[in-house]
């Protein structure tokens, strides 16, 4: 039984890797309809730079919030800005997705030139200690990690739901036409969404950086499964992602330790397959859609 | 208030508009009567910058206004319900009423137009809660315009409301618009019944193949024959 819960605890603490990771992803595509395949880079990027602050300023990796959030706000921006606003109007979207790729590829190479393909190691600050609740065992970095994507996603919904700004962003991504009409300027809207996407995995990438070693190619990594984790919570539902979150940190989990932890990711695309078959609009497509982005 | 002169318009390579030139006056209620495609919802969109003219100038209070973008333009006051109705569907019929009110200069007075809009609009106060695609085509409409007096137009637009209407909610949709007109708003107004808007309204201009051919007063029209064949069928 404590084995279980352990197993169970353990898939839990992984969706909420899941989830701090794929929220900006869910965020950019429920409003401005672009699938960043640059999403993951964006998150290599910023583990960089938590690796750069905390190892040549001495500082806690979690103090790096502080400038990697607005860097990568700043990056988003840009992308939507000199990237994908030029493409919009090109209708077809295989152009936006050749973008994304292109500039995944390019910033996965020019971080092989800038930190070359060795590991980067950034500095625990006793975030990989385990503490013991009774019988279970989690590292404080990954509690911290849950924490921090549980209080994003409710954050989230709530400026979504419950604020003017919000409402002007769910109006674009439910009639960008009407949007106009209202007076919303819909460019800075989509702009100031790929800013805020880019800035969530910028909060994920200080969380992450004290777990996992750092290297060029960790975004393609990670960004797989936040993939799946979208598109199981409906594609653009942010409290459908968080709950595909959980529920792919616990397939990971329970067949990691019940069938053999070679077949993790058997199980994981598995289960992504089978309800993509079943339910193709997503495990909460349409039915909840917390912050009823699309 | 507004003055189109030698507006030149349409859609990338494709010109819509030749020449066009109208004006609304403060308190007007103009109409644009044209046959399908003739290019009315081309006007609106460019008068509202969703759409850029490629000649010719547009003027609001005097001022220039051609190169604005519909933000601009709606923050001036300029609002456009459009054809279809084109609601936020996943909102509440009450957000979509707070959206009406986003542009700076209806926001602070939100919850008093709120009152104000909803006394003209009864059935759309007890809606207020439900989700705007699950009304009927009526109510949708009502919503759309209710929605539109929520920015606190100065000049307001009307894009073929009674569009794909049962006749019943026509004549409530027109009940709407002529005490929406007896406030003194001032309208422009595009609408497939003829008919009914030449009566409501003070003037009108007839556009076919992008061009006005014809303005004259609302009065004069309905006694034009070209008008009387062509438009209402007489
Ligand atoms: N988005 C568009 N792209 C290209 N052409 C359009 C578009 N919308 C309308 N048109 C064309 O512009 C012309 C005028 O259309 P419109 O202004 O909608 O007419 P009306 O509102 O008078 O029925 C039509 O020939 C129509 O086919
Ligand atoms: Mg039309």
């Known amino acids: 039984m404590d084995v279980f819960l352990q197993v169970v605890v353990n898939g839990l603490l992984l969706g909420g890797l899941f989830a701090i990771t794929s929220v900006g992803l869910t965020l950019i595509f429920g409003i401005v309809k672009v699938v960043n395949f640059a999403h993951g880079e964006f998150l290599m990027i910023g583990m960089y730079a938590t690796f750069l602050i905390s190892t040549k300023l001495g500082l806690h990796p979690y103090a790096a919030v502080a400038a990697v959030v607005p860097l990568l706000f700043v990056l988003g921006m840009l992308t939507q800005k000199l990237l994908i606003e030029p493409l919009m109007s090109a209708r077809n979207h295989d152009i936006q997705i050749f973008a994304t790729v292109g500039l995944s590829t390019a910033l996965i190479n020019l971080a092989l030139l800038l930190f070359g393909a060795d590991i980067a190691t950034t500095p625990a600050y006793g975030l990989r200690t385990a503490i013991e609740i009774g019988p279970i065992r989690m590292l404080v970095g990954q509690i911290v990690m849950f924490g921090v994507a549980t209080a994003l996603v409710i954050g989230l919904h709530f400026f979504l739901q419950r604020t003017r700004s919000g409402r002007g962003i769910r109006a674009v991504a439910q009639n960008r036409a009407a949007a106009q009409l209202m007076g919303i300027n819909v460019s800075r809207v989509y702009m100031i969404t790929f800013g805020l996407g880019a800035a969530c995995v910028g909060l994920a990438a200080c969380l992450v950086a004290p777990l996992y070693p750092t290297s ?19 594609l653009g539902s942010i409290g459908g992602a968080f709950l595909g979150a959980m ?7 329970l067949s990691g330790f019940y069938i053999g932890s070679d077949m993790r990711e058997v199980a994981v695309f598995g289960v992504f397959l089978l309800i993509l078959i079943l339910r193709p609009q997503g495990l909460f497509g349409g039915r909840l859609k917390l912050s009823h982005v699309s | 208030m507004l003055e189109l002169s030698g507006i030149h318009s349409g859609y990338g390579q494709t010109t819509i508009l030749q020449d066009v030139s109208l004006t609304v006056t403060e308190g007007e209620v103009v109409t644009i009567v044209g046959a399908n495609g003739a290019g009315k919802t ?11 003219p490629s000649a010719g100038t547009i003027r609001f209070d005097g001022k220039d206004i051609t190169k604005l973008s519909s933000h601009e333009t709606v923050e001036l006051g300029i609002t456009m319900i459009p054809e279809g109705r084109q609601l936020f569907p996943d909102m509440t019929v009450r957000e979509n009423l707070l959206m009406g009110a986003y542009r700076k200069g209806a ?18 106060e007890e809606r207020l809660e439900q989700k705007a695609n699950s009304l009927s085509g009526g109510e949708q409409q009502m919503v759309a315009i209710a929605r539109g007096l929520m920015a606190k137009p100065r000049l307001l637009m009307f894009d073929e409301p009674s569009l794909g209407l049962a006749p019943i909610i026509v004549s409530q949709v027109f009940d709407v618009i002529d005490s929406i007109v007896k406030t003194g708003a001032t309208v422009l107004i595009v609408e497939q019944n003829v008919f009914h808007t030449l009566k409501a309204a003070d003037r009108g201009y007839v556009l076919e193949n992008g061009e006005v051919v014809l303005t004259d007063d609302a009065d004069a029209l309905l006694e034009n024959p070209h008008v009387r064949k062509a438009y209402l069928g007489i």
């Open chain 2, 107 to 124: 926001q602070a007075s939100q919850s008093q137009l709120m009152d104000e809009v909803l006394a003209l609009f009864p059935r759309v």
């Open chain 1, 216 to 234: 060029p190619g960790i975004g393609t990594y990670f960004v797989l499964t936040a993939f799946v984790v979208v598109v199981l919570g409906g």
């Open chain 1, 247 to 253: 529920i792919i940190g616990l397939i990971d989990s």
């Open chain 2, 42 to 52: 081309t006007t609106l969109r460019t008068i509202s910058g969703l759409l850029k």
